[in-house]
């Protein structure tokens, strides 16, 4: 049971380059959410995603994009990276929202911006 | 113990002894709380979870304390082992109105087991 994958684990990129991170989950849930942790701070929400076809803006969207064209992967793009986007980035998924629904993370990619 | 908005504490304990961490959340609305555990290189691992109408939930070796008097969250390990050692974040649910899916997480408290 793989449950959320993420995929890099590890990028460099140069200030102006465009990529895509890819999040797919096995467990059929229906929410997914997009973090960045940085070192002395807690996990931000970028954006997240209540179903298959929707996404909505978290806390810190600014500089990223994110599409959700099927209920188990959920990807986020950086349309333009710049050197404050570096950080670890993580997937997460929840079956719905709310009490009792906890929240299931990937292992992360490390994203460089030189 | 750490707060959602305050810098990392640490927590050194002896093989075998009990660790208890401790979160303070300052939203009296929130109805539910999650403990996870991060480990080096690795995305966070849910703990355990209890939902405010509860003042305790027990897992296997951890235990889970709520006191909505004061808005204090605690995770206690019994016989702490090596690989324990890990950063444990607690998150909140805020509960605002429709959005209470989104989480509200702690900074963490770095739990260091020597042998």
């Known amino acids: 049971n793989a449950g959320v994958t993420q995929t890099p684990k590890f990028r460099v990129l140069k200030t102006g380059q465009s990529m895509t991170l890819l999040c797919a989950q096995d467990m059929n849930h229906e929410y997914m959410y997009w973090y960045r942790q940085d070192p002395g701070m807690g996990l931000r929400l970028i954006h997240y995603s209540v179903g298959e076809g929707t996404t909505a803006k978290g806390e810190v969207p600014d500089g990223y994009n994110v599409s959700r064209l099927k209920k188990q992967n959920f990807l986020l793009g950086l349309e333009s990276a710049a050197p404050s986007q570096t950080s670890v980035y993580f997937c997460?998924?929840?079956?719905?929202?709310?009490?009792?629904?906890?929240?299931?993370f990937g292992d992360g990619t490390r994203l460089s911006i030189l | 113990g750490e707060s959602v908005g305050l810098h990392l504490p640490t927590l050194s304990v002896q093989e075998g002894d009990n660790s208890i961490i401790n979160c303070a959340y300052s939203?009296?609305?929130?109805?539910?709380f999650i403990w996870y555990k991060q480990e080096s290189g690795k995305g966070p691992q849910f703990i355990i979870d209890i939902r405010s109408n509860m003042d305790k939930r027990q897992g296997q070796r951890v235990t889970v304390l709520l006191n909505k008097t004061v808005k204090h969250l605690s995770l206690q390990i019994a016989a702490t082992q090596p690989g324990d050692s890990a950063v444990y974040f607690c998150?909140?649910?805020?509960?605002?109105?429709?959005?209470?899916?989104?989480?509200?997480f702690g900074k963490g408290t770095l739990l260091t087991v020597n042998p």
């Open positions: 939203n009296s609305a929130s109805d539910y």
């Open positions: 998150a909140e649910n805020g509960a605002s109105g429709g959005s209470n899916y989104k989480l509200t």
């Open positions: 997460a998924s929840s079956p719905r929202g709310g009490v009792g629904q906890p929240q299931h």
